[in-house]
């Protein structure tokens, strides 16, 4: 992409010998381009395999490490090339990012590996072609989930205890991880086995037991050995109530405890028998009571302590709510509308079933779930067919989001399985030492002396100055022409619409590029022109100060919408060039904007009467660097 | 069941989706261009030969089938105009630079209207100018034609300009070319009548050494 625009802008500039006898003005002298136009061939070697590519490749993209001299740093004057010590395989995409303007992201490598080869060489990420755009994403938004995750377990897990924590800290360790002391592992083991008592006693209570001495009718056990049972259920509860006590005691953050789904498991399982205690045995109550039994069965959710796997169950529905929630509208429409036809289908039949819709739903559900009880059946033929449609939707309906969740819980149940077998082998010093294999990297460079020291360092920046911005440079001066052509001069949004309202009362000027030389006669239009001065006059002090300005890694997406701003940024702003002209595309580079001034003499402005203007546009100084950051297509 | 149903769908809808692309690709047939050879250019043309290698392997990059069409050709030239529409002069642009009138731009027409414009001598770059204002190519720029290129050339300066565009700035651009150009008055400028007005200009004739060294 940039090589065509680059490509052709001599040919535009060419095309502009058609104004010429139309212009009213004299055009501008162009800017004169003193570097030597023939082009060479440089040679890059990167880890011995040798690439070699035209010089002018590699300065369309000024801004990176090869389009700057910045790869005077690795010259090796003994052989004459450029040596790298990175990766071959990743240098291609590279190097072709420089010949066809995209940059595209290979599938099989790591994507780490790519961001840092990428980082290196001083090219942004965001300027990965559509084609590859999605994929990249993708991965490094898998990357960073994995990332965040293995930090967290290894912040989970590794972290040894200061040597001064408090008791409470200790304890709340025991409790989070029972296998640091055998304490927590003795209590964590007496634990899952109470729960698991207590959840056999609740089944176990229920069964018919033989009916004591002189009684027909089956007991159940738990009213036969009621004594036994309740001093059972009473050691269980006294356990679990002396666990969540401790916990609460042990708690860092109590409030966040305390609203964990676990601390409510908790309190559900023992609050029932808590609550039997107080109550009276009265026999109006007596049925809410029973109802409290019930939830003693929610001790068996306190083993998800114990187990991962149930942990594991709970993330994915979680994860998958929306998958859920989608799954249970649509069954619920499907059933409805089946309920009413078959209501409507039976209802002349005699005896039927189908006495009222909702009676209908239960058919309804059982058929869809293709369970079949065949507790309710239709009759009529009608019945029977839309029965066997109502059958064969709900196989569909089901199937839908099924694959959803399984595909999220494999994800999850993967990642589980990957901390686990990380903590068990305990890796150390991950993200480790890159500065430390920098500072070898660095000190090793020094030594093989591939360091060619920079002696005319003033000469190349002046080189650097000239390389990023000749295409401007030439660009500027086209659209100069044009300007001189027509004799009008290209101006922003905001400034026309002032014009436009100033126009209204009578404002008038005499058409005079040259701002410098004329403090113009009505009052209405000195503002505007020491706005411009002044904002020409920042453009030309930003340019000379441009390592403030100049960001590499930041892009912004450019909006036609006006910042106050000459002409001279305001062409620079058509940097964003794409063949396909859509404004919100990027390349790789980024530049500061210099106002050039060789070319237009007239723009040479004295300091004073623009000062004012500087202190009062201040704001304007201020949201011209933020937009600075634009794109080369060099 | 629901679930095996489920995951044999997921499986196989992901195989047929891409099958039909490819086809659709291939069919856009390779048309392919190669220019004469690189001493008949440079005896045709006022380039040496490092400058034309260096101009073909830019065209070469950008339009791998070696001819431009004319609607790639507006968008190149939009490109550099982003203020206005530059499509309207990019067509006269291009029906000038394809003098054979095929419809496309070949990197021999390319060159061609380059040597001329950068390299060529005062009257052939005035000769091509006529050509390019000259719309019907019938010898003669009447006003029409001449309005319609003007009127181009302000589109490209798109809407806003300093100061603000007035509508009848195009006419009145024309008139004063007219009034420049046409010696005898009939309302059409010839080729002579304009190279002689051209020749006589001292600011045209300075500006049209301006472009020299563009290459």
């Known amino acids: ?634 | 069941m629901g679930l095996v149903m489920g995951t044999f769908s997921m499986q196989s809808k992901q195989v047929d989706y891409r099958k039909d692309k490819v086809d659709d690709d291939l069919e856009m047939t390779m048309v392919c261009h190669r220019p004469e050879g690189l001493d008949q250019l440079e005896a045709q043309t006022n380039f040496n030969k490092r400058e034309l290698q260096v101009l073909y392997r830019g065209f070469k990059n950008e339009c791998p089938s070696g001819v431009v069409n004319e609607d790639t050709f507006k968008q190149i030239y939009s490109q550099f105009f982003p203020h206005g529409d530059a499509s309207t002069y990019a067509h006269y642009l291009f029906n000038a630079f394809d003098s054979g009138h095929s419809g496309s731009i070949k990197f021999e027409d390319f060159v061609t209207a380059l040597s001329i414009l950068l390299r060529g001598s005062t009257r052939e770059k005035l000769q091509w100018t006529f050509n390019l204002y000259d719309i019907n190519r019938d010898g003669y720029i009447n006003k029409e034609e001449m309005t319609d290129i003007v009127r181009a050339i302000y589109d490209m300066m798109g809407k806003y300009t300093y100061p603000a565009l007035k509508t009848d700035a195009p006419k009145q651009h024309v008139d004063a070319f007219f009034q420049k150009m046409d010696k005898n008055r009939d309302g059409v400028v010839t080729l002579d009548e304009f190279l002689l007005s051209c020749q006589e200009d001292e600011n045209i004739m300075r500006s049209l050494q301006l472009f020299e060294n563009v290459i």
Request: aromatic content about 10%; glycine content about 4%.
């Open chain 1, 1 to 634: 992409m940039a090589a065509g625009v680059a490509t052709w802008l001599p040919f535009a500039r060419a095309a502009a010998v058609g104004w010429l006898p139309l212009a009213k003005k004299t055009m501008p002298k162009p800017p004169v381009d003193k570097k030597s136009r023939s082009d060479e061939i440089l040679i890059v070697n990167v880890s011995g395999l040798r690439f070699q590519t035209w010089k002018n490749t590699l300065d369309r993209y000024p801004d990176t490490l090869l389009g700057s001299s910045e790869k005077e740093f690795f010259y090796n004057e003994d052989t004459q090339e450029y040596f790298f010590d990175r990766d071959p395989e990743m240098f291609r995409h590279i190097l072709n990012f420089y010949r066809t303007g995209k940059l595209h992201y290979p599938r099989q490598e790591c994507i780490q590996a790519f961001d840092e080869e990428l980082a290196f060489y001083g090219i942004v990420p965001d300027i990965i072609g559509d084609c590859c755009m999605e994929e990249y994403r993708d991965r490094k938004k898998e990357n960073q989930e994995r990332l965040a995750e293995d930090t967290e377990a290894e912040m989970a897990t590794d972290v040894p205890l200061p040597p001064n924590s408090t008791p409470r800290e200790r304890l709340w360790r025991a409790f989070e991880n029972p296998h640091t002391s055998t304490m927590a592992l003795v209590f964590y083991y007496v634990t899952g086995f109470f729960i698991a008592v207590s959840v056999i006693a609740n089944v176990v209570e229920t069964v018919p037991c033989r009916p004591p001495k002189g009684s027909v009718k089956d007991l159940p056990c738990g009213e036969k050995y009621s004594v036994a049972f309740f001093c059972m259920d009473t050691a269980c509860v006294l356990i679990f109530t002396f666990e969540y006590l401790m916990r609460l005691f042990a708690a860092p953050s109590r409030c966040k405890f305390m609203r964990s789904v676990m601390s409510v498991i908790d309190v559900v399982a023992i609050m029932p028998y808590y609550i039997g205690l107080v109550m009276p045995e009265n026999e109006d109550v007596s049925g809410a009571f029973v109802t409290l039994r019930v939830f003693r069965v929610f001790r068996i959710f306190k083993f998800s302590r114990h187990s991962q796997g149930l942990r594991i169950l709970g993330y994915t529905l979680k994860s998958c709510a929306s998958e859920l929630g989608f799954l249970l509208f649509s069954l619920t429409m499907a059933i409805i509308i089946f309920a009413t036809v078959m209501f409507y289908a039976e209802k002349g039949t005699k005896g039927t079933n189908f006495t009222s819709i909702p009676a209908s739903f239960w058919y309804t559900i059982v058929t869809m779930t293709t369970l079949g009880y065949g507790d309710m059946v239709p009759n009529t033929i009608a019945g029977k067919i839309f029965g066997s449609i109502c059958s064969l939707s709900g196989v569909l309906v089901i199937a839908l989001p099924v694959p959803v969740i399984v595909s999220n819980f494999s994800r999850i149940y993967h990642q589980n399985q990957r901390a686990d077998k990380m903590r068990a082998q305990q890796v150390r010093g991950r993200g480790a030492s890159s500065a430390l294999a920098l500072f070898t990297h660095l000190s090793l460079i020094c030594k093989c002396g591939f360091f060619s020291p920079q002696d005319h360092d003033s000469d190349s920046a002046a080189l650097c100055l000239k390389n990023r911005s000749s295409f401007e440079h030439q660009h500027h001066h086209l659209l100069h022409c044009l300007e001189k052509t027509t004799n009008h001069e290209f101006t922003d949004e905001l400034t026309y619409s002032e014009m436009c309202m100033t126009e209204s009362v009578g404002y008038r000027t005499s058409r005079s590029t040259s701002l410098s030389s004329q403090q113009v006669v009505s009052s209405s239009c000195c503002p505007r022109r020491a706005k411009r001065r002044a904002i020409r006059l920042a453009n030309s002090t930003v340019s000379v100060s441009r390592g403030s300005v100049q960001e590499l890694d930041t892009l912004q997406v450019l909006k036609s919408s006006a910042v106050p701003q000459s002409r001279s940024s305001l062409n620079a702003r058509t940097e964003d060039l794409k063949l396909n002209c859509e404004q919100r595309d990027y390349t790789a580079a980024i530049i500061s904007i210099p106002t050039p001034p060789a070319n237009t003499p007239d723009e040479s402005l004295p300091p004073s009467p623009a000062v004012p203007g500087i202190l009062r546009n201040s704001r304007s100084i201020s949201s011209f660097t933020h937009e600075t950051v634009k794109i080369s297509s060099l």
